[in-house]
């Protein structure tokens, strides 16, 4: 597994912009598929969008389509997540994930996860 670090959380207001960022625990990650999900209060994780190793394809979830960008540097075993036009209800912990092989969107398909960062967007 590959121990994975998010930071960049916090709180905002309504249609504010924050960029959160994710560290992994190897020299690179060129060969995982990183991607991000998201947890509310009562709810269950889901999935918000994923990046391929090369950073050539990614995908979202329909509720962050146009507003949420992810992307990698794979010299920094980095990856980000820049979040525009936030709304209250992307609050929530957001959590890097990883995985060897194919691109994913369901927590079963994920190997290794960070601790999650808490977003909160106020009204």
């Known amino acids: 597994q590959v121990q994975l670090v998010e930071s960049g959380g916090g709180l905002v207001q309504a249609g504010g912009s924050l960029r959160l960022s994710c560290a992994a625990s190897?020299?690179?990650?060129?060969?995982?598929?990183m991607g991000w999900f998201r947890q509310a209060p009562g709810k269950e994780r889901e999935f918000v969008a994923v990046?391929?190793?090369?950073?050539?394809?990614?995908n979202y979830a329909d509720s962050v389509k146009g507003r949420f960008t992810i992307s990698r540097d794979n010299a920094k075993s980095m990856v980000y997540l820049q979040m525009n036009s936030l709304k209250p209800e992307d609050t929530a912990v957001y959590y890097c994930?990883?995985?060897?092989?194919?691109?994913?969107?369901?927590?079963?398909?994920?190997?290794?996860w960070g601790q999650g960062t808490q977003v909160t967007v106020s009204s």
């Open positions: 994930a990883a995985r060897v092989g194919r691109v994913f969107t369901s927590t079963d398909a994920v190997d290794s």
């Open positions: 190897v020299r690179t990650v060129s060969y995982l598929i």
């Open positions: 990046i391929s190793w090369s950073g050539g394809s990614t």
